[in-house]
């Protein structure tokens, strides 16, 4: 079945700790892009990625990294994980960022909580 | 600077009634809108886009571009509508990022 996953689906975790949470597609995509959820503020970006090794800031890159070492691929990682932090986060995929009416699939989502 | 507006944060209408979900965007280029829906537990999808013209489940949404709308429309609302529905706008020298409004909450009530 064609679609995007995250891994964890919820994690609770302290301040200062390192995580990653990892997104994967199927469907041969060169665009990839993190978004978090916040209640009142919609979806913001995070970061996005239109190729392998290629990545730019979104709206609200602070405290996070990424990396697209594969297409397939694209993890979110939190080196020092803050209270502010706390979110639902979702990464979505799309064929081609050439074309900007493409369509973006989203992983289910993954909820994070920092102590 | 860029900007989509859903000025609703709920929107409870009966069933059968028409719904009206309004969006309105900032956006100095020529816009790319879509409408996506989350339905309880399910992950957010397309429902439709302005550049496909097209009526999904029975929803049509029109670009006004006199008045920088794209709100969405059904006559007649069913139960399994409720969702939460979010308009979007595509940034097109930014690789096809997406602008979010901040959702509407439609319930559907028997």
């Known amino acids: 079945e064609a679609q995007v996953t995250q891994n964890p689906r919820y994690l609770i975790t302290v301040t200062g700790k390192k995580l990653t949470v990892t997104c994967s597609q199927n469907?041969?995509?060169?665009?990839m892009s993190w978004y978090r959820q916040d209640p009142g503020l919609g979806l913001r970006q995070i970061y996005y990625?239109?190729?392998?090794?290629?990545?730019d800031k979104g709206d609200v890159p602070e405290g996070y990294k990424v990396s697209r070492k594969e297409k397939r691929n694209f993890p979110l990682i939190l080196e020092s994980p803050s209270p502010n932090q706390t979110s639902l986060y979702f990464c979505?995929?799309?064929?081609?960022?050439?074309?900007?009416?493409?369509?973006?699939?989203f992983g289910p989502g993954t909820r994070l909580t920092v102590l | 600077a860029q900007r989509v507006t859903q000025p609703e944060k709920l929107l409870s209408v009966f069933k059968g009634a028409p719904v009206e979900l309004k969006c309105n965007y900032s956006?100095?280029?020529?816009?790319?809108l879509f409408w996506y829906v989350q339905y309880s537990r399910q992950r957010l999808q397309l429902l439709l886009r302005?550049?496909s013209r097209e009526s999904i489940k029975g929803f049509t949404a029109d670009l006004n571009k006199g008045e920088t709308s794209f709100h969405l429309k059904k006559p007649f609302a069913q139960e399994e509508d409720s969702a939460m529905y979010y308009c979007?706008?595509?940034?097109?020298?930014?690789?096809?990022?997406?602008?979010f409004g901040q959702g509407t909450e439609l319930s559907v009530k028997p």
């Open positions: 990625s239109m190729n392998v090794e290629v990545t």
């Open positions: 979007a706008l595509s940034i097109y020298n930014q690789g096809g990022k997406l602008i």
């Open positions: 302005h550049i």
């Open positions: 979505a995929s799309s064929l081609s960022s050439e074309f900007s009416y493409n369509e973006q699939f």
């Open positions: 469907m041969n995509h060169e665009y």
């Open positions: 956006y100095s280029g020529s816009p790319e």
